[in-house]
């Protein structure tokens, strides 16, 4: 059998992740950048606490709130290699609820996607977002697999969705270090073993090799194995 969930603090309220976010991104940002960040984010807080008065926070094109839009552009502000994290900060600042986070993802690019699945531990603390996960999982994009596969995966996916999540990876060339608990759930868990024998058998059939990750995982499978955090 899996290893049992270990329990997990809020990730509404448990911040102190979030504030270690900031200031690691910032210390990588130009002064405009940061700039840009700032009021970015302003507004963001600003959307999260404001009334429900009809127009409150939208954009000049009155339908779209004014984070998103930066939300979007923050590939161009913050650079490729820290869109991620500055749009994990929108998300967080801005409270996105599932609604939001489903309809930003939907109308989002592959990176945009991306960062709505980085922010799903920050701000979901049950499963009401694994359809987004679900969704990832069915792409063939390999940073899209690997975002999907992260903390709350490991936290909400079933032992039957996240089994073939693991697969995924392995048929995509996602590594398996991108997989949040692998060793605590895979421990123990003889159906994956199974599955994971037949894939390599057809491989094999096929003549093709078998994934090196498959045969880390594999070991991470048996009884015998060393349990998560024992030497």
């Avoid at 749009?87 to 960062?115: F, I, K």
Wanted: proline share 8%; aromatic share 4%; glycine share 8%.
């Amino acid at each position: 059998m899996p290893a049992p969930r270990r329990r997990r603090r809020n990730p509404v309220t448990d911040t102190t992740g979030i504030a270690a976010l900031r200031t690691r991104l910032e210390s990588h940002l130009g002064g405009a950048a940061r700039a840009w960040l700032d009021q970015a984010t302003a507004e963001a807080g600003a959307a999260a606490t404001a009334s429900r008065a009809p127009g409150q926070g939208l954009s000049a094109e009155g339908d779209v709130p004014t984070w998103e839009l930066r939300f979007a552009e923050a590939g161009r502000r913050c650079g490729p290699d820290h869109a991620d994290a500055a749009r994990v900060l929108l998300l967080h600042t801005a409270a996105a609820d599932p609604e939001t986070l489903t309809r930003v993802y939907a109308q989002g690019t592959a990176a945009e996607r991306r960062a709505v699945l980085h922010s799903l531990p920050h701000l979901v603390p049950g499963p009401e977002a694994l359809p987004l996960v679900e969704d990832a999982l069915r792409a063939n994009d390999t940073r899209l697999v690997a975002a999907a596969v992260g903390p709350y995966a490991a936290e909400h996916l079933s032992p039957h969705d996240w089994r073939h999540a693991v697969l995924k990876c392995l048929f995509t060339g996602v590594p398996v270090e991108a997989v949040t608990d692998l060793a605590r759930r895979a421990h123990g868990d003889a159906e994956l073993a199974r599955m994971l024998g037949d894939y390599a058998n057809e491989r094999t059939a096929a003549g093709r090799p078998v994934p090196g990750d498959l045969h880390r995982v594999l070991a991470l499978t048996a009884p015998t194995a060393p349990s998560p955090g024992e030497e």
